[in-house]
């Protein structure tokens, strides 16, 4: 990689807004950044034909099969040299007959995090100091507080001499809107119970209609997925999941080639680069070949359950039929397929 | 493991001195750790090994040394077994990870059963009533917590009186500690259902309609000894959780988060 070239493409690549944004820079003509690429005195490396590539390359939906195939080979070379192992770039599609839907029993979380440590882990989120990047979050809800002394006796704000509705200030059973933060030496605490949430797949989902330059979409098996390479990182979508479940990569991602896992997907667990949005995708490079995420596998007491909506003998198909099940926000009509369940 | 405590003065019976288990609960994690634990902090743990050449067994939280990814979700484990009841694994590959060896590492159970436990050195009880515990308290670490069905259930309605290797299903016949989903689903009928569905407990593998799938059995997340875990009536036992996530920048402490909203009111 020439000298020119580092500087424009940072060391992991960098994002097509920037991209586009330097390159115009160097060519004051306004000639395009191809142009100036293309005649780089030493263009032979892999490497920049690659990068080239790669910054032009279509919206992923619009492409042709070998478009995909090609733009997929390209980022396993790339990965495979950066990270020093083996990389697969997988770009299987969406399985007929299939659309995920997830389950999670409330009753039993006890808040350990596990899931969200395992799923950094499979998904090659960023970590470190600088940076770090995780894709579920639980929430700790405090259960409240129910004792004679904890009422306000009064019934009346004395600052403000007029009632406002009751113990409006002071009341029973105050509970927290849900820490994000909690850091007790053991869980499950006595007071309270956890709420995990990540992306919900929904079937009408915000984040897609808002996205400008349509990057972000459903496919079939009714995953929100995000080609990372179109992203502009305006992000407008983080604005408007109501689930707060996308993540914005505000420096360059810190990813150890040791603890990349190799295992990717195009549109899922594939090193992401500054400056694009990223979220669960139900981990698409295990579920499209069959296998259980990450977080329904390492949750040790086996509190997530999730399969194919569409085959009434599956895990989460027998959870809505046998279970008390209810969704966040559902009076947005969004349609997630993230059910939370009760005994 | 088997005993019997009543309110008031501990009357505790001694019957099987096996299982010396608790000894791994309230460690913390050292960096070097061999072992991690899969479920039950020092009742399911797993050794890494490498399956092929950089692809280990298990990958461990450094942290709380629990297992956060599985490279081959079969391994180490069998069969599940006949199961008499028809469900999904009547026409998929099920399997279970073997409980005896977790159960009877150190050998204890086998040595008891052969050498005092097998219905002649220690004469066989002779009703299934609750009687001081006279021995064993110190290698039976449970000793004084058993908690099952709120006094209910006795050593000898889960063990076998005379085999200890084995438990007993509601007839007397001997029962695996492999599947103690047979004996546990006995009281537990609806969980059992449930479990058998697939939508109680933990499973890994293949979420795909006839692919393998390895199922957790019973023990291997409760504790059948202290299922009520105290006051907390959890089932639970208690575990180290992840650390927090990173704060924001510019944020130093998470305290907003902390307070009941009382401030904002006054
Ligand atoms: S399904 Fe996969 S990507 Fe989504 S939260 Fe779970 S582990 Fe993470
Ligand atoms: S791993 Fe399971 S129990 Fe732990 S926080 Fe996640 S969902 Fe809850």
């Not at chain 1, 500087?7 to 991209?19: E, H």
């Not at chain 1, 030496?185 to 330059?213: G, I």
């Not at chain 2, 077994?81 to 050998?107: L, T």
């Not at chain 2, 000793?143 to 006094?151: A, E, F, Y």
């Amino acid at each position: 990689m020439s000298k020119e070239e580092t500087k424009v493409k940072g060391p992991n690549g960098t994002s097509r807004r920037d991209f586009l944004r330097k390159a115009g820079s160097y060519t004051a003509a306004s000639l395009s950044g191809t142009a100036m690429l293309l005649s780089d005195p030493k263009p032979a490396k892999a490497t920049a034909n690659v990068s080239w590539a790669e910054h032009f390359q279509k919206n992923y939906r619009l492409m042709t099969d070998e478009e995909k195939k090609e733009a997929v080979t390209r980022l396993e070379h790339r990965y495979s040299e950066e990270f020093g192992k083996k990389v697969e770039v997988d770009d299987a599609p969406a399985m007929d007959g299939v659309l995920f839907g997830y389950a999670l029993n409330i009753q039993k979380c006890i808040g350990c995090r596990r899931c969200v440590k395992a799923c950094v882990a499979e998904n090659n989120q960023s970590r470190g100091e600088n940076q770090q990047i995780e894709w579920i979050r639980v929430l700790r809800m405090e259960k409240g507080k129910f004792s004679a002394e904890d009422r306000d006796r009064q019934g009346y704000p004395e600052d403000y001499g007029v009632q406002v509705g009751g113990n409006a200030y002071k009341p029973a059973g105050v509970v927290l809107e849900g820490q994000h933060y909690y850091e007790p030496d053991l869980v499950p605490e006595k007071d309270a119970f956890y709420l995990p949430m990540q992306c919900m797949q929904c079937e009408k989902p915000p984040c897609v209609k808002v996205c400008p330059v349509r990057t972000t979409y459903r496919d079939p098996d009714g995953i929100v997925v995000i080609d990372y390479n179109w992203c502009i990182g305006c992000r407008m979508c983080i604005g408007a999941c109501p689930y707060w479940a996308r993540r914005f990569n505000w420096g360059e991602p810190d990813l150890p080639a040791q603890e990349m896992n190799p295992d990717t997907h195009y549109l899922g667990n594939r090193p992401r680069m500054k400056g694009v949005v990223e979220k669960c995708t139900f981990c698409v490079q295990r579920t499209r070949k069959g296998r259980w995420t990450a977080c329904v596998e390492v949750c040790p007491v086996g509190a997530r359950k999730m399969g194919n909506l569409l085959d009434p003998e599956s895990d989460v198909r027998k959870v809505l039929a046998s279970k008390k099940v209810f969704r966040l926000r559902a009076d947005l009509n969004t349609y997630p397929k993230f059910f939370y369940f009760m005994e | 493991m088997t005993i019997y405590h009543l309110f008031g003065p501990v009357i505790s019976l001694c019957l099987l001195a096996a299982a010396s288990v608790a000894s791994a609960a309230g460690d913390t994690v050292r960096k070097d750790e061999k072992t991690c634990f899969e479920s039950r902090k020092g009742l399911s743990q797993v050794r890494k090994h490498e399956i092929e050449p950089g692809v280990m067994n298990v990958k461990c939280s450094p942290i709380t040394g629990g297992v956060l990814f599985w490279g081959d979700p079969f391994d180490g484990t069998i069969p599940m077994g006949d199961m008499p009841v028809e469900a999904d694994y009547s026409h998929e590959e099920a399997v279970v990870k073997p409980r005896e060896p977790q159960i009877d590492r150190n050998k204890l159970l086998t040595i008891c059963a052969m050498a005092c436990h097998n219905g002649e050195y220690v004469p066989y009880p002779e009703n299934k009533l609750a009687r001081p515990l006279r021995m064993h308290k110190d290698i039976v670490p449970d000793s004084m917590q058993l908690k099952h069905g709120k006094g209910a259930i006795w050593c000898l309605d889960c063990h076998h009186a005379v085999t200890r290797t084995k438990l007993i299903d509601h007839y007397g016949n001997e029962v695996s500690f492999n599947q103690s989903q047979k004996l546990c689903g006995k009281c537990h009928g609806q969980v059992y259902r449930s479990w058998r569905n697939g939508i109680h407990g933990k499973r890994i593998g293949m979420w795909r309609k006839g692919g393998k799938k390895r199922w957790w059995t019973c023990t291997e997340c409760h504790n059948p000894h202290d299922v009520e875990q105290g006051g907390r009536n959890s089932g639970f036992a208690q575990l180290n959780p992840e650390p927090a996530p990173m704060l924001p920048k510019g944020m130093s402490n998470a305290d907003h988060e902390r307070g009941h909203g009382e401030e904002h009111g006054r």
